[in-house]
């Protein structure tokens, strides 16, 4: 089946820094990407979706200056937190469509934990 | 929103017994999916119902849709610990998450 990577699984940067996290479909192009963040116990809530070639689509709520996203070709879209906070310590996941379901199964990624001390 | 929302939020059951959790979602949809995560991973695709079928069945997983009451559950089977884990229910393309039921399965 098809396969979506993420990189890196875990992270801990310090406050005010950047972080980018990869997300990459490894045997089919993906034009679409999502990504979703999760709190502890909490459900996932989808932050953007990610077209490549274009910009990226946010939903309500999401900062899109704070959360970069960039999908520059159709097997890899980044995340980057900039000027990370501890509230934006969570597990990140990205998801991908695969190609010629044509009903909409999505694939999704091991998950990034970020923590920011 | 098209988000679903599952309940029970918790369920605790014994190895061997079934579990049933529900979902319930807003709009209309094409097709509702499940998925499990074992605390702190990623998600795992259990199964797709389209919206013109009505029950279909993986292994030990049974999951019907009620589209008329905008609902769907998913039944285990003859439990395993192994099955501890929150399941979740997703709609739309863009997958709106419900909140999810955590199972515990005592051995």
């Known amino acids: 089946g098809a396969v979506v990577s993420q990189h890196p699984s875990w992270v801990i940067c310090k406050s005010g820094t950047s972080v980018k996290i990869e997300c990459r479909s490894l045997?089919?192009?993906?034009?679409?990407m999502f990504w979703y963040r999760q709190f502890p116990k909490q459900s996932l809530m989808l932050m953007a979706t990610s077209n490549e070639g274009s910009k990226a689509t946010y939903e309500q709520g999401v900062e899109k200056d704070k959360f970069l996203i960039n999908h520059a070709s159709l097997t890899l879209s980044t995340l980057t937190v900039t000027s990370a906070h501890p509230e934006d310590s969570s597990f990140y996941i990205c998801?991908?469509?695969?190609?010629?379901?044509?009903?909409?199964?999505?694939?999704f990624g091991p998950g990034t934990r970020l923590t920011v001390t | 929103s098209q988000q679903g929302e599952e309940d029970p939020q918790a369920l605790s059951i014994q190895e061997g017994e079934n579990a049933t959790m529900n979902c319930s979602y807003k709009t209309s949809i094409n097709n509702l999916q499940w998925y499990r995560q074992n605390s702190g991973r990623g998600l795992v695709h259990l199964i797709l119902i389209r919206s013109n079928e009505r029950e279909k069945h993986s292994g030990r997983l049974r999951v019907t849709l009620d589209t008329s009451k905008k609902s769907s559950s998913l039944l285990i089977t003859a439990s395993r610990a192994a099955d501890t884990a929150s399941y979740f229910c997703?709609?739309?393309?863009?997958?709106?998450f419900g909140t999810g039921t955590s199972l515990t399965v005592i051995p």
């Open positions: 998801s991908a469509f695969a190609p010629g379901t044509g009903i909409g199964e999505q694939y």
């Open positions: 997703a709609t739309g393309n863009q997958f709106y």
């Open positions: 045997d089919f192009q993906a034009t679409t």
